[in-house]
């Protein structure tokens, strides 16, 4: 573990940083009142089997119930507003053009309603629609039949979530480019995700093989402890505007100027 005060050690770091990859996962969006995956209680799959919501098989198995579920969360997403986590890591990127890459587990595109552009959506976008089986001519989204899940009036091919379900892969270019963004940092932080889903929670380890500080802000352990140099035990709502925030009279966090 470093010297000095946590939070003071990792600006350092973010100051010293030319490039800098962030992978956020659901506790990003907890005081949005999106609720998480694995928080006890509270997170999704403490209601429900991800088995059954999130794969292929619990879908064909009971489409109307998981699409019911999908149409829920859609819902109470028009009703939540982007958190000063979200916001601090939008205007960061915004006053350091080209340092920061965001990367994202999450579906609910708060980073993006912040301000954020080019993110990775490793898990896709739950305000996206896409056919179950591939679409044959017949399969149109404007001429689906509306229902629970709507479907194609010919040959019943139905619409789905476009997130991505256990067993399925991911994006495979946009997996490609946080491979690379977590190759090439010098600096990675790890916020609001548990690390167990791979192969996003593999990228904290790719940096940090890779020669990169890795940092994370979480107010639970995760298993990505181990792999991190240092772990913020806060909220990202609280941690990341003070941890972005521009350096006071000192001028803002660029990179330290290479020494002659
Ligand atoms: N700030 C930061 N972190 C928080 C906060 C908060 N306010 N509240 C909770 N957390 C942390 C929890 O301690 C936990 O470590 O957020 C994490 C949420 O973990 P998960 O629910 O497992 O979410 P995530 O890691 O994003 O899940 C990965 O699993 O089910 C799939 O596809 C889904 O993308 C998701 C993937």
Redesign the pocket.
């Known amino acids: 573990m470093e010297d000095g005060a946590p939070l003071e050690t990792v600006r350092g770091w973010l100051c010293a940083a030319h490039r800098i990859a962030v992978l956020t ?4 969006s ?2 949005s009142g999106v609720p ?4 006890a209680q509270t ?1 999704y ?1 403490a209601q429900f089997r ?1 088995e059954d919501m ?1 794969t292929e098989e619990g879908f064909r198995a009971h489409p109307g119930r998981v699409w019911g579920w999908y149409q829920h969360r859609r819902q109470m997403l028009a009703g939540v507003q982007p958190n000063a ?1 979200h916001r601090a890591l939008a205007e960061f990127a915004r006053r350091h053009p080209g340092r920061l890459t965001l990367i994202t ?3 609910d595109g708060l980073h993006q309603r912040a301000g954020s552009t080019d993110v990775l959506c490793l ?1 896709g976008d739950l305000m996206e629609d896409r056919f179950l089986d591939v679409p044959r001519a017949c399969c149109h989204p404007d001429t689906v039949e509306a229902g629970s899940p709507p479907h194609c009036p010919r040959c019943g091919n139905m619409l789905r979530p476009g ?2 379900w256990f067993g399925e892969n991911l994006p495979l270019r946009t997996l490609e480019a946080a491979q690379q963004a977590a190759r090439a940092c010098d600096l990675m932080l790890v ?7 791979y192969p ?1 929670a593999g990228l904290a380890r790719i940096a940090r093989d890779a020669g990169a500080r890795v940092a994370i ?4 352990p ?1 298993e990505l402890d181990a792999v991190a140099h240092m772990v913020l035990r806060g ?3 609280q941690v990341l505007p003070v941890l972005l925030a521009p350096a006071g009279s000192g001028g803002d966090n660029g990179p330290v100027p290479a020494t002659p």
Do not use: L, S
């Not at 998480?36 to 928080?39: A, G, K, V, Y």
């Not at 916020?191 to 889903?197: F, I, K, L, P, Q």
């Not at 802000?217 to 639970?220: A, D, I, L, T, Y």
């Open positions: 996962g659901a506790g990003i907890a005081e998480t995956f694995r928080d997170g799959w991800a999130a986590g587990q999450n579906v898990h997130v991505v916020v609001g995700t548990a690390g167990a889903v996003a802000v979480n107010p639970q995760t909220t990202a709502a």
